[in-house]
């Protein structure tokens, strides 16, 4: 029994990296995808799986699709950021050396992708599984796009789990901070600089960014800590000699788990005196139990679990799910991007052993 699981393991990475190199050779940015979702699609078809496609996002259902079972999504995304200029290699060739597959998405989430895919395949063949499978590669992650995962959900039925597939090292990231951007106005009065007149927006501006600086939310989430509120980006002001009549800056809010965005925007509102403009809402942060069984699946296979500082698909997610994947997140959105090809190996067998016996 153990030599053919190893046997298949290999089979399964073989042809893994074999899709991961077509996958880094086809440009995918974000909104652009169609090249891939070809690629994924046309894969998954040659191994005999009935596929769905809307816009640029594939996926399938597992056979012998059963209602009264519970159903886990197998998802991660296909589209990349555009390459930095600091790359010395061609981001779109696939390049292996020393052990490493050098290109563009090969770490995020390229290893991720095709380490589910192969999982998949792998549970697909066996026709009494304790639970149904969704496999899904899905767009516009990167920029947090409303025609990727969200899109795609209310195709899915009722889902129980979700494994999401970013470069986690293969450990289990069991918490994930939200998201949420605001703009905001602060309006003052011009006048000429060397006089007494006007009312100086960026004065104005001063109290409410002092606020967001030092502001401390009372409740503090066991596994994310505080929520995070950092002024990044500021504008006011065309001419040295005239006082700035509008001030506007952007706050970048990293919520946790303890408090909805909605509830956040709440608060933020009734401190400020400043407009202030949301520019979306719908990343919040998620986490799941210690005790839930993929966890626990996960403790026993010598996985740590961690509270994660990044954004992903989960946000869009209302359900349980967890983020695991091959790959190291440091090296995403890096020059001369890269992924060992032992950890897309080990990514497949330790997918599979997560889901083996697992009990939802």
């Given at each position: 029994m153990?030599?053919?699981?190893v046997?298949?393991?290999?089979?399964?990475?073989?042809?893994?990296?074999?899709?991961?190199?077509?996958?880094?050779?086809?440009?995918?940015?974000?909104?652009?995808?169609?090249?891939?979702?070809?690629?994924?699609?046309?894969?998954?078809?040659?191994?005999?799986?009935?596929?769905?496609?809307?816009?640029?996002n594939?996926?399938?259902?597992?056979?012998?699709?059963?209602?009264?079972?519970?159903?886990?999504l197998?998802?991660?995304?296909?589209?990349?950021?555009?390459?930095?200029?600091?790359?010395?290699?061609?981001?779109?060739?696939?390049?292996?050396?020393?052990?490493?597959?050098?290109?563009?998405?090969?770490?995020?989430?390229?290893?991720?992708?095709?380490?589910?895919?192969?999982?998949f395949?792998?549970?697909?063949?066996?026709?009494?599984?304790?639970?149904?499978?969704?496999?899904?590669?899905?767009?516009?992650?990167?920029?947090?796009?409303?025609?990727?995962?969200?899109?795609?959900?209310?195709?899915?039925?009722?889902?129980?789990?979700?494994?999401?597939?970013?470069?986690?090292?293969?450990?289990?990231?069991?918490?994930?901070?939200?998201?949420?951007?605001?703009?905001?106005?602060?309006?003052?009065?011009?006048?000429?600089?060397?006089?007494?007149?006007?009312?100086?927006?960026?004065?104005?501006?001063?109290?409410?960014?002092?606020?967001?600086?030092?502001?401390?939310?009372?409740?503090?989430?066991?596994?994310?800590?505080?929520?995070?509120?950092?002024?990044?980006?500021?504008?006011?002001?065309?001419?040295?000699?005239?006082?700035?009549?509008?001030?506007?800056?952007?706050?970048?809010?990293?919520?946790?788990?303890?408090?909805?965005?909605a509830?956040?925007?709440?608060?933020?509102?009734?401190?400020?005196?400043?407009?202030?403009?949301?520019?979306?809402?719908?990343?919040?942060?998620?986490?799941?139990?210690?005790?839930?069984?993929?966890?626990?699946?996960?403790?026993?296979?010598?996985?740590?679990?961690?509270?994660s500082?990044?954004t992903?698909?989960?946000?869009?997610?209302?359900?349980?799910?967890?983020?695991?994947?091959?790959?190291?997140?440091?090296?995403?959105?890096?020059?001369?991007?890269?992924?060992?090809l032992?950890?897309?190996?080990?990514?497949?067998?330790?997918?599979?052993?997560?889901?083996?016996?697992?009990?939802?």
């Amino acid at each position: 029994m153990q030599t053919t699981f190893v046997s298949n393991i290999t089979q399964l990475t073989t042809e893994a990296v074999d899709l991961l190199k077509s996958l880094i050779a086809t440009p995918s940015f974000s909104k652009e995808e169609d090249k891939t979702a070809d690629l994924i699609a046309n894969y998954l078809i040659s191994k005999n799986i009935q596929i769905h496609r809307q816009l640029n996002n594939v996926w399938a259902f597992s056979t012998n699709f059963q209602e009264n079972k519970p159903t886990i999504l197998l998802n991660s995304h296909h589209d990349t950021v555009k390459p930095n200029k600091s790359y010395t290699l061609d981001p779109f060739t696939p390049t292996e050396k020393d052990g490493k597959l050098y290109g563009l998405g090969s770490n995020d989430a390229g290893g991720a992708l095709v380490s589910l895919i192969a999982t998949f395949l792998y549970y697909n063949k066996i026709q009494d599984k304790p639970f149904n499978l969704i496999i899904a590669a899905t767009a516009e992650e990167e920029i947090s796009g409303r025609n990727g995962v969200e899109l795609v959900l209310p195709n899915f039925g009722k889902i129980d789990l979700a494994i999401v597939g970013e470069p986690t090292q293969m450990q289990l990231a069991v918490a994930e901070k939200g998201l949420m951007v605001i703009d905001c106005t602060v309006k003052g009065r011009a006048g000429h600089a060397a006089r007494n007149e006007g009312e100086n927006a960026i004065y104005k501006a001063l109290k409410d960014i002092d606020w967001f600086r030092n502001y401390r939310f009372p409740k503090v989430s066991e596994m994310l800590g505080d929520v995070k509120m950092t002024v990044t980006i500021i504008n006011a002001g065309s001419q040295h000699n005239v006082v700035p009549d509008i001030c506007t800056f952007t706050v970048d809010i990293r919520p946790t788990d303890v408090y909805k965005n909605a509830e956040i925007l709440e608060i933020v509102k009734q401190n400020v005196s400043c407009e202030v403009q949301e520019r979306s809402i719908r990343l919040n942060a998620s986490s799941i139990p210690i005790t839930h069984p993929i966890v626990q699946q996960g403790i026993r296979l010598g996985r740590t679990y961690y509270a994660s500082p990044t954004t992903s698909d989960q946000a869009l997610m209302p359900f349980d799910s967890i983020k695991i994947g091959p790959g190291d997140s440091a090296r995403s959105h890096t020059a001369d991007e890269y992924i060992y090809l032992e950890e897309v190996k080990e990514g497949i067998e330790l997918y599979i052993k997560l889901l083996d016996g697992l009990v939802l």
